[in-house]
T-cell receptor
């Protein structure tokens, strides 16, 4: 199966530590998205890339968050100085942007717990 | 994104059709309607999408009203494994590719 993969699947960290998550999209997909999801809520958009360019960032993405997609392939999401409020599932999705439709395919997510 | 409204929860008997409604009265002419579902602790799974015409694939059927203000996802023969949260979204069809997910409908299929 060559779907979207995310690593690690689970991360437990102490408040104040930095964490980095990785997303490998479906090959040849030019768009890559990051979402955050807390319990009982739908996914909330954080940011997205088209190839290596980061085209939009949500106001949810504070200056402690940074995302990169070097060479337009995999992406990393880093959270610096983690806070307990950062505990959530972090989802990555990729799509092949067409002229009209833009179907996103999601990975399994990385569950972050900040103690 | 067009705002979507879904009932918070629905029940369905196993083997019967599950009909999940979604209102998207502010949808623009070129915005697709997408349906995803999320089984507990997994990432959302794409189900189906449509623009104007009704659509069917191996997972479900999508019925879109003629005025495009609402749609219905139909699971023709629901199984216990279809128990999940179902999201209806209508993202903007522009270079801004974000999608706004609401809280979806929790479908519980009962034996």
């Amino acid at each position: 199966d060559t779907g979207v993969s995310q690593n690690p699947r689970h991360k437990i960290t102490k408040r104040g530590q930095n964490v980095t998550f990785r997303c490998d999209p479906i090959s040849e997909h030019n768009r890559l998205y990051w979402y955050r999801q807390t319990l009982g809520q739908g996914p909330e958009f954080l940011t997205y890339f088209q190839n290596e360019a980061q085209l939009e960032k949500s106001r949810l993405l504070s200056d402690r968050f940074s995302a990169e997609r070097p060479k337009g392939s995999f992406s990393t999401l880093e959270i610096q100085r983690t806070e307990q409020g950062d505990s959530a599932m972090y989802l990555c999705a990729s799509s092949l942007r067409g002229r009209l439709a833009d179907t996103q395919y999601f990975g399994p997510g990385t569950r972050l717990t900040v103690l | 994104d067009a705002k979507t409204t879904q009932p918070p929860s629905m029940d369905c008997a196993e083997g019967r059709a599950a009909n999940l409604p979604c209102n998207h009265s502010t949808i623009s002419g070129n915005e697709y309607v997408y349906w995803y579902r999320q089984i507990h602790s997994q990432g959302p799974q794409y189900i189906i999408h449509g623009l104007k015409n009704n659509e069917t694939n191996e997972m479900a059927s999508l019925i879109i009203t003629e005025d495009r203000k609402s749609s219905t996802l139909i699971l023709p023969h629901a199984t216990l494994r279809d128990t999940a949260v179902y999201y209806c979204i209508a993202p903007r069809n522009t270079n801004a590719g974000k999608s706004t997910f609401g809280d979806g409908t929790t479908l519980t299929v009962k034996p």
